[in-house]
């Protein structure tokens, strides 16, 4: 037997000053996901999560709640490997920066590093900022202040210990050129070479001296000193894998990926390349770097006390749809904002109303005609070989989308497939092959759909692994994933046994509630459009809004509609957006290349006349005619509008 590819990923190491929140929930429940996906594609799998637990934040934090850093990191450390498995997350290894194992990792790789000759003793002073444990130069202040915490750091002289990261400037900036793909997406690429271009990286200080803080790894060359808090806990990657030379490492060092949030893009991708090669080792394989979430447009924060508790989204609204809620929302790089409002939406339209009705609805036709067990297809005509090409084409792309972290564009794909399985029942309308007596063409249908449904749930395992597998089950389909590949899927159709043991009914995906004020401001919606003035509406539903800048890319007429034009409209994300306008009568389609526009962007995705459309244009009307709205000045495709 030929091993398996291996395929590794890590999130980042927390830190336990807070506990979990919804940025933490998201990067460990996408990197499940992904791990999930990967085992389905037949490979074997490592995902390593943990917590940071040294150095001066979480230090002074223990001081503010009067307990030993310790005891801090013992009780948040717990939360987290608590909450994990409440997020459906499966990880390999949980590693603790303060373990024996990890320190063991940390203090070999630095005397490595010290014996290589790229570590020296020097004085120093600086701008040193607490919450981010790092000295600032005084042109990366921002009015003096640390522009990630907007507070004043403090000057700090002293001896320390430095890596001599100056030296690796020049190959990294070359390696990155050379391995396009080495951090992704492309802007936080750009924005790492930027970093490397501006001629300022400087050599690392790695150091805190015990007479200022003691809570950290000893260099294993001078006792009176602790290792610099990032230094130690990228290392945890490593020790994840069981240590540098072990034999997991080899096998999966190869493969390593890393997940992270743009907060941390320069330790991940300055940093770690050159302490990496510094020590004699290969880099890493992929940095894989997405955004922030915000809550109504601002960053989460306790101070202001928006932070989403991802314990409390679980548990109101189940694990998988929250999943499939921060997966399909965010544009995997981009930033996205987080409203409950926005949860209830997509699980009503693509839960309830797209896959579960039909699927309900495909189980009660089984139970109705064929007492719930899948009847044998009789030959597939060209209704159903459309249809085939139709989910060829959606699980392909599902699964390169996937395999690049391109989670939102994956689901949508697999979604084509799911709702070309609802305009399939509607066309081939079995109720009316039953009544004709068209048994054949009744079998082929139903079996058709449960076939193509179990293809959808396998896809779905990696997202919602509890209700694809319940779904699996009511298919009556035995799933191991360690026998399920989900390229075979691409090999043919017909993997559904006739005969499977259907359930009856199922109601997986239950329509949620509006909260009631919603539903009022949906009546006054409409109240406002009958009388035609506009109702007042609370700031918070303008907020609502998601307003972007865009810029047209092509423009066609609609096939078979005089009065809709086809906009493609670059907003910033991975994709442009497909959007169907009906303003054909005033523009000709070639004036509008190029401009910018004022795209809603958050509208649910339509169909207008066999077109898919994932957006409104705005535009301004009086007597004299329409004009399309546009920033005063060129802006960049996705801004924000408020
Ligand atoms: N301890 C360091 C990481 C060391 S890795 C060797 C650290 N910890 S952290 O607890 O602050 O976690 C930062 C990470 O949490 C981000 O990179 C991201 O994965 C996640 N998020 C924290 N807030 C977030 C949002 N608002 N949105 C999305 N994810 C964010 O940095």
Avoid at 11 to 21: D, L, Q, R
Avoid at 108 to 120: A, P
Avoid at 440 to 466: C, S
Avoid at 532 to 538: C, K
């Amino acid at each position: 037997m030929t091993a398996k590819k291996t395929f590794a990923l890590t999130t980042p190491i927390f830190y336990v000053n807070a506990k979990p929140h919804l940025g933490h929930a998201y990067t460990s429940s996408i990197a499940d996901s992904m791990v999930r996906f990967q085992r389905l594609m037949g490979k074997e799998v490592s995902l390593v999560t943990g917590t940071d637990e040294h150095g001066d934040k979480i230090a002074q934090a223990a001081e503010k709640q009067g307990v030993t850093p310790q005891k801090l990191a013992d009780d948040v450390s717990a939360l987290f490997q608590e909450t994990m498995p409440r997020l459906g997350v499966q990880f390999s290894r949980f590693i603790r920066t303060t373990s024996a194992e990890h320190k063991a990792t940390v203090q070999k790789f630095l005397q490595k590093v010290y014996d290589n000759g790229d570590i020296y003793f020097g004085e120093y002073g600086g701008h040193y900022c607490t919450g981010c444990e790092r000295f600032y130069t005084e042109k990366e202040l921002e009015n003096g202040l640390c522009p990630q915490h907007l507070v004043a750091p403090q000057y700090i002289s002293e001896k320390n210990y430095f890596f001599r990261m100056s030296k690796y400037a020049d190959w990294l900036k070359q390696y990155i050129l050379d391995n396009p793909d080495f951090i992704q997406p492309e802007r936080y690429r750009t924005e790492a070479l930027a970093l490397l271009e501006s001629g300022e990286l400087e050599d690392l200080c790695i150091s805190r001296p015990k007479s200022r803080l003691t809570w950290g790894i000893d260099l294993p060359f001078d006792k009176d000193y602790v290792c610099y808090v990032w230094f130690d806990a990228l290392l945890a990657y490593t020790t994840g894998l069981d240590g540098v030379g072990s034999e997991k490492f080899n096998k999966f060092w190869p493969n390593q990926q890393h997940l992270i949030a743009k907060d941390i893009l320069k330790p991940h991708a300055i940093f770690w390349p050159t302490m990496l090669k510094s020590a004699g080792l290969d880099l890493y394989h992929r940095l894989n770097v997405h955004g922030y979430w915000l809550v109504r447009d601002t960053k989460m924060s306790k101070s202001l006390g928006n932070v989403v508790d991802p314990l409390h989204m679980v548990t109101t609204y189940g694990v998988d749809v929250f999943r499939y809620f921060i997966m399909r929302e965010m544009h995997f790089g981009n930033d996205s904002s987080f409203t409950e409002d926005a949860l209830i939406a997509r699980q009503n339209s693509d839960l309830a109303n797209d896959l579960g009705n039909l699927y309900s609805r495909v189980l009660s036709m089984a139970a109705k005609y064929y007492n719930s067990s899948a009847p044998a297809p009789a030959s597939y005509g060209d209704r159903e070989k459309a249809l085939q090409d139709l989910a060829l084409e959606s699980m392909r792309n599902y699964q390169s989308l996937f395999d690049n972290f391109k989670f939102s564009a994956a689901l949508e794909s697999l979604w084509e497939l799911v709702r070309g399985l609802n305009k399939y029942v509607d066309v081939a309308a079995p109720w009316a092959l039953h009544k004709e007596g068209k048994s054949d063409e009744l079998a082929t249908v139903v079996y058709t759909l449960l076939d193509m449904l179990r293809k959808v749930a396998l896809h779905l395992w990696p997202v919602m692994p509890g209700s694809a597998e319940k779904m699996l089950e009511q298919l009556g389909q035995a799933f191991d994933p360690a026998q399920t590949n989900l390229a075979d899927e691409l090999g043919g159709f017909g993997q559904l046994k006739p005969g499977a043991k259907l359930a009856a009914s199922s109601n997986l995906f239950p329509r949620l509630e509006m909260p009631k004020a919603e539903e009022e401001a949906k009546d006054a919606g409409k109240a406002a459009k009958e009388s035609q003035t506009a109702a007042t509406i609370e700031f918070e539903d303008f907020q609502k809004l998601d307003l972007r800048v865009g810029t047209i890319l092509s423009v066609e007429k609609h096939p078979d509609a005089d009065k809709l034009l086809c906009f493609k409209v670059d907003l910033g994300e991975d994709k442009p957006r497909s959007i169907v306008s009906g303003i054909a009568e005033y523009f000709k389609p070639e004036d509008l290349a190029g401009k910018q526009v004022v795209v809603v962007a958050n509208l649910p995705f339509r169909k207008i006349r066999k077109v898919e459309s994932q957006g409104m244009l705005l535009t301004a009307e009086d007597e004299k005619g329409l004009t399309l709205l546009t920033p005063g000045a060129y802006k960049a495709p996705g801004s924000k509008i408020s």
